[in-house]
């Protein structure tokens, strides 16, 4: 394992699993932007919120690394966070049940620090552990509009 790469997972596992954030902070670049699937684009100080919010409604919260590569100034993690839903998180009451979430980050550097990240993964599997199911916009009618 590389000297940056096993930097950035023992930096990640401090943050996102134990709520050390600032070993996160240590390690990004003073223009770091995160960006997601959505569009969204995160800098340090919401992701610093972020990380907190997780272990202010998660207890035991804890975060594995299951796979990391580095090739070429970019890092990629497979990650998965499991804990116990005990405090509203984006707008959902607690449920008390265990949750688990997979994703991907993945983290350009330049000289030791992490200057952008783009992170996937998949709400619905988060919906789900709280059992919580969204129907979409489900139409129960199975005639057109205009139709008898």
Known sequence: MSQILARIADAWTR???QG???AFEQLVAPDYVRHSKT???V???DMIRQIEES???FTDFRLDILHAIEDDGLVAIHWK???SHTGTFMGVPPTQRTVTVHGASFLRHREGRITEEWVVWDPREFLSSMQIWHLGNHSTSTSSPGQK
């Open 15 to 17: 943050a996102w699993g």
């Open 20 to 22: 050390e954030t600032g």
């Open 39 to 41: 569009g969204d684009e």
């Open 43 to 45: 800098r340090l100080p």
């Open 55 to 57: 272990h202010a409604a």
């Open 81 to 83: 966070s499991v804990g």
